[in-house]
């Protein structure tokens, strides 16, 4: 780990001046990814500015639809009205790390964590874009199981490895940033990024932005009937996902209203196309139909040495979590 | 003096709890890492970033500048060592900045000593090297062509028994697969972590490991110093798993860092450092044929293995070891072969060959079943070996039959429908699946120390190791037993190269090996506590013969007549006495008996077949080896196997990168091993039949046993839920999606 400078900031105000007066400086929040990487020596930032007691980011309200930067993994996961109305994302989220993590993980830090790529993680191996722009992308020729099978580039192939951002993908949120020029909003499939030639980039956020909250549209509430996220992963507990699946329908009848799809695992940014969702509407609720949807969500997925499977792990996952979806709350 | 008596004892009362529960769980058991000798510095291992070449140069200016750095050390300014090279016992390929040869990747290759571990870190990622890179041989699978025989002398000997190749033609049929196991990396929770400070020419050391004798040896030979001047102390060790039976480069490393800065050192690994540099489980491809009669009964059994090894040091994982035992067959024939790769040494895992080779054996002998449509338990009872089939040896005791039958009642075993995929429930596929489990009884010789103190406390110890396991139970135990004292007078002391020899904790043998030589203690505080009181006129025993004095309740007691006194009291008049016992392995042994623990292992699983996701839903197992000693400590150890056997069947995998060389999921988020939801209801039973001919206290090894079986049990319950083999471990859901099923016919 290189020496650091620490900082704490009160308000978001401060937070932005002494982020956008310090191109090395990073925002801290639970720190469990940023102290690790920082530990391995992958990320070396030169101060810390700790965000974690800003005054009002750690709430949740509005239904659970305006939810703080700061607000802990577990804390939001549990809440009452997240619970009651966007129960994929509290499925996501507890489907997520362990107790432990989620209790000092935020909201904010969740949705910047780095990718899981052993490449990117481990400084002794020379080859990664994402880490050494120019350096090559040692994922390509090794052991890249865990990698994308969608979106990717020939410069990284590296997946977006949280849950959270899945559920907020399906449910279509946005990303309340401030900066100093003043607030903005970005939607949620503009805020995570795919590689292009650019892998070191993973977000639209720019350095001097703090994520202020995380809005869900009322309307996504209605998915809390009909909701589930699936994820499938190398043991019951504890691991990232191979693929996940936030699935949510709203129902009338037999007939699918409206749908919400999104997929883990699989590629730089959660997975997600208008057009499969688009395609189940009007539908019976059946297997036909989900896995129709599956085939658009999936088409173009290109598997490598290690990770073809995870295109028809991906199909069968989309199938199995719109009908758990579909038996509802008590699945 | 050697004793080993061979009357059986009664049973014992085993004591309730850990020995060591209390220390533990107060925060107050001292672990090598936690020893801070005044004026400790850390040390920071440096290793290479290619798997081969030559060090050209290196720059440590920036390192040396850096805050709170001591000392830069690489292979252009590390002291000489007398002797370049160390042979074992205890140490193996080493890396000791004598050159500047790069032999794999993650090679320790300097060393920066600071004032802090954060100083030492960050001045390490300071130094660059520059390296002229050769060309390593990283791919496992494209070289088994060139598969050789092992070089080093204490490999299995390529077996072959009987009529070889006629046997085959008598086969009714013939059974042949492939099955493959991967690198695994041992982690035990504590890290390896050494303290060496030096006072002149005596070298003290605080280490984790599972042979502080060994240890002492490797440093003794490597600094060319008398076996007097050096002191290896462990008290306490967070798990070993074989990894801290050899002595790693560390070790030395942090000595002569010591000497070097003639301060103390402390050089710890961290989680990443765990992965190459101290051993790993190899890789293994066994073939597996298998010819029967027409009664289902062998007539010739083949085990071809073929692992991967280091190019500078031969190990071998002798996976083929439990075929040379295991069933009734008059042909056998074993081997193993390695190919040569330019990694880090691979070392003794738990349950070294058993554990990968009975997953390859035991599924074999599922799919046989399936092929002749016999359950796979009667394929094993009709195959029961009576004795030894490859030594042509007696058993010292074997009980497998039991095992058998009381754990396939347990489990419910005669309610099965063989039909692979006639169970469900709901979305999952339902599975049963069995196996054998198998480990040999190791023993070997050792000392023990009792001193009884005018207080009436007792110290027993013996320079053995408690690696988790239960050792100080099973000493303070011995103690109790034999002496009939409460346990609070019991003051136990291990993990001291200044006590008794006691052999590697290790082939689990410290039980078998600890236990008998406390006991050979005792009876010498007996003898002796005799020889004092018959002249000692203060004592009621004067003039009592010797041999009608024996210790019971804490008291020595006359056979005769009544009298009695404590023998605390004889201490306080003659003052604090000390007593040594030594045993070694029964003549039966060495004569050659065979001797082996037994299981039976029974698995149910549930498959999602939509992602190919296993769950193990209950284990039931139960074992034959001989005495449980202590049923806390005991259960524990076959619980804690079966849960390591779990994650061999679903989990482990150290992912070799075949470009660089290093090990790719090198922490404990990527490498998995089970978690609580992975690990169900485990049922475990223990026979607890004495088995006197191994030791007087009838007890066999059980740290290692637990693991073998079961990743066979689980992988024939996958087969049994979907009709797939999966013939390459671990069991991952990728594997059990992707395979097909196999045809009805097989
Ligand atoms: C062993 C392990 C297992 C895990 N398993 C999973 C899993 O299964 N699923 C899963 O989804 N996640 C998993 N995680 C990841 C975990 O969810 C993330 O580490 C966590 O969400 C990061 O949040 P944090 O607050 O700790 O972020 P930090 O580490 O504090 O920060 C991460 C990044 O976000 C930036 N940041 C933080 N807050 C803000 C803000 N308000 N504005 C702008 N930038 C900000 C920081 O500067 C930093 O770059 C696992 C992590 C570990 C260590
Ligand atoms: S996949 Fe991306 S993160 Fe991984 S090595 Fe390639 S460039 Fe680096």
């Given amino acids: 780990m290189n020496p650091f400078a620490y900082e704490r900031v009160m308000d978001d105000k401060a937070a932005v001046h002494a982020i956008a007066a310090n191109k090395d400086a990073k925002f801290l929040g639970g720190g469990t990814n940023l102290i690790d990487l920082m530990k391995d020596n992958v990320e070396h930032p030169s101060t810390l500015i700790d ?35 966007y129960p994929l994302l509290s499925m996501a989220l507890l489907s997520g790390a362990s107790p432990q993590l989620r209790n000092l993980a935020t909201t904010g830090g969740n949705l910047m964590q780095r990718t899981r790529c052993y490449y990117f993680m481990d400084t002794a191996f020379p080859a990664c874009n994402k880490r050494k722009p120019g350096s090559g992308c040692a994922a390509l020729t090794g052991f890249n199981r865990i990698h994308a099978i969608l979106g990717q580039s020939e410069e990284c192939i590296a997946t977006n490895p949280s849950d959270m951002n899945v559920a907020l993908a399906a449910l279509q949120a946005e990303v309340h940033v401030e900066g100093p020029k003043g607030k903005r909003t970005i939607p949620i499939a503009e805020f995570h990024r795919l590689p292009g030639k650019t892998p070191q980039i993973d977000t639209t956020l720019k350095h001097e932005e703090l994520i202020t909250h995380v809005a869900l549209p009322s309307s996504a509430s209605e998915f809390a009937t009909h909701s589930y996220y699936l994820k499938v992963r190398d043991r019951q507990s504890y691991a990232f996902a191979l693929v996940s699946v936030a699935a949510g329908l709203m129902m009338e009848g037999d007939t699918i209203k409206r749908a919400a799809l999104a997929m883990g695992g699989v590629a730089h940014k959660p997975w997600r196309k208008k057009e499969a969702e688009d395609a189940m509407v009007g539908k019976q609720a059946n297997a036909q139909t989900f896995s129709a949807a599956a085939e658009i969500l999936l088409h173009g997925a290109k598997g490598y040495e290690h990770n073809s499977f995870k295109i028809e792990m991906a199909k069968n996952s989309v199938v199995r979590a719109f009908s758990l979806a579909l038996v509802g709350r008590t699945a | 003096m050697m004793q080993d008596a061979s009357t059986p004892t009664q049973h014992p009362q085993s004591l309730p709890t850990r020995y060591d529960a209390r220390q533990k769980v107060m925060g107050k058991a001292t672990y090598a890492a936690e020893f801070n000798p005044p004026e400790t510095l850390y040390a920071w291992m440096i290793q290479s970033t290619i798997p081969k070449g030559t060090i050209l140069s290196v720059d440590t200016s920036a390192a040396e500048h850096a805050s709170g750095v001591v000392k830069v050390l690489t292979c252009f300014n590390a002291p ?4 370049p090279k160390i042979q074992p016992p205890a140490t193996r390929f080493v890396s000791l900045l004598q050159t500047p040869e790069v032999h794999y990747n993650g090679e320790p290759i300097g060393l920066v000593i600071a004032k802090t571990l954060a100083e030492a870190q960050y001045a390490s990622s300071l130094v660059t090297f520059k390296y002229q890179a050769e060309k390593p041989q990283l791919d496992f699978e494209h070289h088994l062509a060139e598969a050789r025989m092992p070089k080093r002398a204490n490999t299995p000997p390529k077996e072959d028994h009987g009529e070889k190749e006629e046997a085959w033609k008598r086969a009714v049929t013939v059974f042949e697969q492939t099955y493959s196991t991967p690198f695994q990396t041992h982690n035990p929770l504590e890290p390896h972590a050494t303290v060496a400070f030096w006072v002149g020419e005596k070298l003290t050391v605080y280490n984790s490991t599972q042979y502080v004798s060994g240890d002492k040896q490797t440093l003794a030979k490597t600094f060319a ?15 070993g798993f074989g990894c801290k039976g050899s002595s790693w480069s560390h070790v030395p490393l942090a000595a002569m860092a010591a000497k070097v800065v003639g301060k103390p050192v402390k050089l710890v690994l961290d989680r990443q450092q765990m992965f190459g540099p101290v051993g790993y489980r190899p890789r293994t491809v066994q073939k597996i044929k298998l010819g029967v009669d027409g009664d289902g009964k062998f007539v010739a059994i083949k085990h071809d293995v073929i692992m991967s090894t280091a190019r500078v040091e031969d190990f071998v994982e002798p996976s083929a070891k439990q075929t040379d035992m295991l069933y009734a067959c008059k042909n056998i024939s074993t081997s193993h072969k390695m190919v040569d790769m330019d990694i880090g040494v691979g070392t003794f895992q ?10 390859a054996l035991e599924s074999a002998l599922d799919e046989l079943a399936y092929k002749l449509k016999m359950d796979p338990l009667e394929l094993r009872l009709r195959n029961y070996a009576e004795i030894d089939p490859g030594k042509q040896k007696r058993f010292t005791a074997k009980h497998l039959r039991e095992a058998y039958q009381q754990a396939a009642e347990r489990f419910g075993w005669s309610k099965l429908n063989p039909e692979p995929g006639s169970m469900r429930d709901g979305n999952k596929l339902i599975g049963w699946g069995m196996a054998t489990a198998t480990y040999p009884a190791n023993r070997s010789a050792a000392g023990a120390v009792l001193r009884l103190m005018p207080d009436g406390k007792i110290m027993v110890g013996s320079g053995t190791q408690d690696i988790g396991t239960g050792t100080y139970t099973v000493m303070a135990q011995t103690v109790v037993e034999e002496l009939g004292v409460d346990v609070s007078r019991v003051d136990a002391k291990l993990g001291d190269t200044d006590l008794p020899k006691a052999p590697v904790s290790g082939g ?4 078998a090996s600890v236990g008998p030589a406390v006991k050979a203690a005792c009876a010498q505080l007996k003898l002796k506590l005799a020889t004092l009181v018959v002249d000692d006129a203060a004592s009621p025993h004067h003039g009592a013969q010797t041999g009608d004095l024996e210790i019971k309740d804490g008291f020595l007691v006359s056979t005769k007549s009544s009298a009695h006194e404590p023998i605390a009291e004889i201490a306080k008049r003659h003052g604090e006495i000390e007593v040594k016992g030594e045993a070694e392995p029964n003549e039966d042994v060495k004569k050659g008996m065979s001797a082996h623990s037994w299981g039976a292992v029974f698995a149910e699983v549930e498959v999602d077949e939509s992602s190919g996701m296993v769950k193990v839903r209950r284990v039931v197992a139960t074992y034959d080896i001989g005495r449980l000693i202590n049923k806390t400590t005991g259960t524990n150890q076959l619980q804690g196997g079966i849960v390591w056997g779990i994650g061999f069947a679903l989990h482990e995998e150290s992912a070799l990168d075949k470009v660089y060389g290093r090990i790719s999921n090198e922490n404990l988020a990527e490498y998995h091993v089970p978690v609580n939801r992975d690990v169900p209801e485990i049922d475990v039973t223990v026979l607890d039949i004495p088995d006197t001919k191994f030791t007087p206290q009838g007890g066999r090894g059980i740290g290692e046993i637990g693991i073998t079986g079961v990743a066979g049990a689980i992988a024939n319950a996958v087969f049994h839920a979907t009709g797939k083999r999966i013939r390459h471990f671990p069991i991952t859901p990728d594997k059990v999606l992707m395979t097909p099923k196999e045809s009805a016919e097989a």
Avoid: F, W
């Fill in chain 2, 350 to 359: 738990r349950a070294p060959g058993e554990a990968s080779g009975t997953p």
């Fill in chain 2, 225 to 239: 110093l008398p076996l007097e001047n050096v002191h290896v102390i462990c008290p306490y060790v967070g798990g």
């Fill in chain 2, 508 to 511: 689990s043998q410290s039980t």
């Fill in chain 1, 51 to 85: 965000i974690t007691r800003v005054q009002g980011l750690a709430e949740v309200s509005n239904g659970g639809a305006m939810i703080g930067a700061l607000v802990r993994n577990s804390d939001l996961a549990n809440h009452a009205d997240v619970r009651k109305n």
């Fill in chain 2, 80 to 83: 000489k060592l007398p002797k």
